[in-house]
């Protein structure tokens, strides 16, 4: 199967490379961009494949460089129009920046790496720490994130949460400014009873040194789980959070990072203006379910909360 597949890109590759040599009319340089896309049209409709995927990409790439084939040999002022000639260069520069980036994004989500869950084995049960950094956020929000957290489906005595707020540290509770410091200590103090209501640990730390990530060491530091679950604080987990990533980490002694898609109740703000919040994908699906996966592939999926 895999030399048959070699056979057939290899094909596809020489019709590609012919059909980029061939000089022809631009009423058949629009035929056969109308025929690519009828084509592109009917691989959107086969659905997310891996080979329809790549074709796809290839289609796409072989219109662009044509493109730019032409744009070269044909649409440039030659150079003893100096004005023209510069003017068209930036053009034609900026244009160059654009697909540059657009070959980057092709080349990562070519083939996205699609994980299915790992069921959680009854006799792997690590202790877990859940971080819920604070800053600014109202109590309210804060406390509905908590109460998600603290109602996941795990043993009760293997998962600890940690309110990590870093609005009431020694640094905000003293500050010289009467009012800011007022109500941080109000804030502290609402806090803290949250989490005794809630049975979750509160810390806060001496100064606000380092931002999140300041705030998230120092927490490390405190706690003793052997996995850390890190939520924003507008950020309530499913009740099978837990039982749907650690799994993983049985599967893969190396493994460090799960990272989860993330889904908002609110619209964003093209939804929004667009008034289609259920007719259109929302902008970050674009990330969680295309570029993560393809960076994934890579090995370099990365952190986002």
């Known amino acids: 199967m895999s030399v048959l597949r070699f056979l057939s890109w290899f094909c596809i590759a020489l019709m590609l490379l012919g059909y980029l040599a061939l000089p022809i009319s631009l009423s058949a340089q629009l035929s056969l961009a109308l025929v690519a896309l009828a084509i592109m049209a009917g691989l959107?409709?086969?659905?997310?494949?891996?080979?329809?995927?790549?074709?796809?990409?290839?289609?796409?790439?072989t219109i662009i460089v044509k493109y730019l084939i032409w744009r070269v040999t044909s649409t440039l002022p030659p150079f003893d129009q100096i004005v023209d000639f510069i003017a068209a260069v930036v053009l034609f520069t900026a244009e160059i920046y654009s697909i540059a980036l657009l070959y980057m994004t092709m080349f990562v989500v070519i083939d996205p790496l699609?994980?299915?869950?790992?069921?959680?084995?009854?006799?792997?049960?690590?202790?877990?720490?859940?971080f819920v950094p604070?800053?600014?956020?109202?109590?309210?929000?804060?406390?509905?994130?908590?109460?998600?957290?603290?109602?996941?489906?795990?043993?009760?005595?293997?998962?600890?949460?940690?309110?990590?707020?870093?609005?009431?540290?020694?640094?905000?509770?003293?500050?010289?400014?009467?009012?800011?410091?007022?109500?941080?200590?109000?804030?502290?103090?609402?806090?803290?009873?949250?989490?005794?209501?809630?049975?979750?640990?509160?810390?806060?730390?001496?100064?606000?040194?380092m931002a999140k990530a300041g705030n998230l060491n120092y927490g490390l530091s405190q706690a003793c789980g052997?996995?850390?679950v890190v939520l924003d604080a507008d950020h309530a987990p499913r009740r099978n959070?837990?039982?749907?990533?650690?799994?993983?980490?049985?599967e893969d002694e190396r493994l460090f990072l799960?990272?989860?898609p993330h889904a908002f109740l609110n619209d964003d703000p093209i939804e929004r203006n667009l008034s289609a919040p259920e007719a259109m994908p929302a902008e970050h699906q674009m990330f969680y379910k295309s570029i993560q996966k393809g960076l994934d592939?890579?090995?370099?999926?990365?952190?986002?909360g």
């Not at 959107?44 to 796409?60: H, K, T």
């Not at 010289?176 to 049975?199: I, T």
């Not at 959070?241 to 049985?250: A, D, I, N, Q, Y």
Request: one cysteine or more; aromatic letters at 10%.
């Open 258 to 260: 799960v990272q989860t």
């Open 134 to 209: 604070t800053f600014d956020e109202s109590v309210d929000l804060v406390a509905h994130t908590l109460a998600a957290a603290k109602a996941m489906d795990y043993d009760a005595d293997r998962l600890t949460v940690w309110l990590l707020d870093d609005g009431g540290t020694t640094q905000k509770i003293t500050q010289n400014d009467d009012a800011a410091r007022e109500a941080a200590r109000e804030r502290r103090a609402d806090l803290m009873e949250l989490c005794n209501r809630l049975d979750v640990r509160y810390l806060a730390r001496e100064r606000n040194e």
């Open 241 to 250: 959070f837990l039982r749907e990533t650690v799994g993983h980490f049985s």
């Open 114 to 130: 699609e994980r299915k869950n790992v069921p959680l084995d009854e006799t792997y049960r690590p202790s877990v720490d859940v």
């Open 297 to 304: 592939s890579w090995n370099s999926a990365y952190f986002c």
């Open 44 to 61: 959107q409709l086969v659905g997310p494949r891996a080979w329809s995927r790549q074709f796809f990409i290839a289609i796409v790439s």
């Open 226 to 228: 052997e996995l850390v």
